[in-house]
Each structure stands twice: as C-alpha cells, then as structure tokens.
C-alpha cells in the first residue's frame, strides 16, 4: 500500500528528509500532546516540526523516549527563535535546543525568521554542524534578498526555506529562487491554519474529490514537491492529514487554485521582529 509517509526527499547535503511531517505550533498542554505525537510516530510520522519558541520540547522529548521508534529513525527539526539571533545568543541557543530535547544531536536547525541579526545566527549554526550537534541546518521565512544574500557568504548552503505556503499564498518567487539554488521548500500553514473552509474554489474541489478541504491543500503542496508538516491537535485528523495519495489535482484543478486572490496569513516577513 502506498504511505506517503515513508517518502524522502534528498537534500542539497545528500541527507533524507521525510516529505510529510507533523506541525506542532500551540501543542502546549503535556498530556495532549505527548499522547497525539506518540499517535503520529504509530501512525508513521517520522518527522516533528518544533521551534524554541512553541515551548513544547520537552513535551516532545518526553513522546520520542516513550515510543519505540529508534532516534536514528526520526527527524527532528526545531528553530532558533529572533531573540537569540546575535552570534553568542545562538550558540546558547543551539544548546538548549539539544539539552530541552534530550537529544545528542538535532536533524535541522533554522533561522526562524530573517531578523537583522540573521547572518550571525547562521554561522552559529554551521560551527554546530561542524561540532556534530545538527545534521543540517536552513532557514525560515526567507524572501528572495534574503536567500540571495545568504547564498552569497554562506559556507554550508541551507538545505530548506520554510515559509508560509499554501494556495492562497503560492509564494512564487521564493519558490523559485530555492528551486534556483537547490534549497528544498516546505510550507507551513499548508491547510491556511484552518481558513480553507473558507475559501468557494477549495472547497469545490473537496466536493469534485471528496475529500475534506485541507486534504486538497495539503495535496497541493505534496503535488508540487513541498515538505508538508500539517499540525492537528486531534489524533484522528493525524490521519486524515496523509490521505492524500488516492487522488490527483489536474491542470484545470491548478488553474482553479490559482484563481484564488492571494493573502498572507501570518506576519510579512520583510517587517518582522527586527
Ligand atoms: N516557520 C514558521 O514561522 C512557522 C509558522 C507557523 C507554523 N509553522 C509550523 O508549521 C506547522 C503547520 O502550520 P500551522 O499550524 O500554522 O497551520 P496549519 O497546519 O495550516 O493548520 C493548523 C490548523 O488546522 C486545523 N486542522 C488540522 N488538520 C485538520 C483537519 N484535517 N480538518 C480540519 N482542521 C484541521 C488544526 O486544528 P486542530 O489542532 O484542532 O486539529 C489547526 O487549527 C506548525 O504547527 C509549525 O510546526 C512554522
């Protein structure tokens, strides 16, 4: 049976990395979430989105050491927050990433948003690659300048650009400009955090497929070739949230997606905690 769950993308550094994952934004409360993490990892999830900012690692820690999934099988990836972005900061940070987790090393490390002390942040984290406490290391929320200008002075080259993706924000020209550089894109907010109800062509193709509204979304971007990481606080919906391999958006389906006028969910990141 197909399980897109045990589908890999390679990255620009020849590691693997899971193609669909499990957000974990506000999965704050221990029990909750260490018992739907623990239903994911059963389920198949090998990957976890987290950040030091969602105050959930522990939690996370606790749901890794419980289920019976060997380390080297899963994908942990978590973001230096912008408070901690000066060169110091970010090494401190690195640390308690590692230390919160209870982890040896973490599999992806990003610059959570392009603050102006980005670059600093970035060299920290290659010198943890070097010192083996991260495997890979990338960005979040890039635009083009940003992506450019790292590429430029960069030793390791970011291996993903995290960004808020989704059919009501195609995000074309950082998509490009990765495709350009060979940087894998994941989207976050894929199901528009809930908003695709909302939306009269979404919801038209739920009714042409039946399936829900966030599964088209979410085939969207698995369809173009973006690491999804769909959060759900509900165990059945950790489900739901793979079944999208049964069906296919043609490209009528696209041009209707397209169609849909472009917004922005969360913050611009050009004028965001600088
Ligand atoms: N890098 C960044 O700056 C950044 C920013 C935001 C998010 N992220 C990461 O990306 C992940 C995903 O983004 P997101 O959490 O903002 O948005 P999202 O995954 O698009 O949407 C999450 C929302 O959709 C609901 N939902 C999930 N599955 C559903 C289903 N099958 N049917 C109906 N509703 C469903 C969830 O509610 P329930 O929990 O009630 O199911 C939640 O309210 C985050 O968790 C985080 O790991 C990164």
């Known amino acids: ?18 193609k669909v994952g499990l957000g974990t934004y506000k999965l704050t409360n221990e029990l909750e979430g260490v018992e739907l993490i623990k239903a994911a990892i059963t389920a198949g999830y090998r990957l976890i989105d987290t950040a030091k900012v969602y105050e959930n690692h522990k939690i996370i820690a606790r749901a890794i050491k419980e289920c019976d999934v060997k380390r080297k099988d899963l994908f942990i990836t978590s973001k230096i927050w912008n408070k901690d972005h000066k ?40 010198e943890a690659v070097e010192e083996g406490k ?16 790292l590429i430029s002075i960069c030793k390791i ?13 195609r995000n074309q020209e950082v998509v490009n400009t990765c495709k350009k550089h060979n940087i894998l894109v994941e989207s976050w907010g894929t199901m528009i955090r809930g908003k695709c109800f909302e939306i009269e062509q979404i919801k038209k193709l739920a009714l042409k497929y039946n399936k829900s509204e966030p599964q088209i ?18 165990p059945s919906r950790v489900v ?23 917004f922005r969910d969360g913050p611009d990141p050009d004028n965001f905690n600088f």
């Open 217 to 234: 979304c979410l085939r969207w971007a698995y369809q173009n070739g973006y690491v999804i990481i769909p959060k759900t606080s509900k």
């Open 87 to 126: 060169y110091e900061d970010a090494k401190l940070a690195i640390d308690t990433i590692l230390n919160e987790l209870e982890l040896d090393y973490i599999d992806l490390i990003l610059v959570h948003w392009p603050t102006k002390y980005r670059n600093e942040c970035y060299k920290a984290l290659e």
């Open 157 to 169: 080259k970011p291996v993903i650009n995290q960004i808020e993706l989704h059919p009501a924000l």
């Open 1 to 18: 049976m197909i399980n897109i769950l045990n589908e890999k993308y390679i990255m620009n550094n020849n590691l693997e990395i899971p």
């Open 240 to 262: 739901e949230n793979t079944m999208i391999y049964d069906f296919q958006l043609n490209d009528e389906d696209i041009d209707l997606i397209n169609s849909i006028n472009e």
């Open 134 to 149: 991260v495997k890979s290391i990338g960005v979040s929320n890039y635009q083009k300048h940003h992506i450019e200008e």
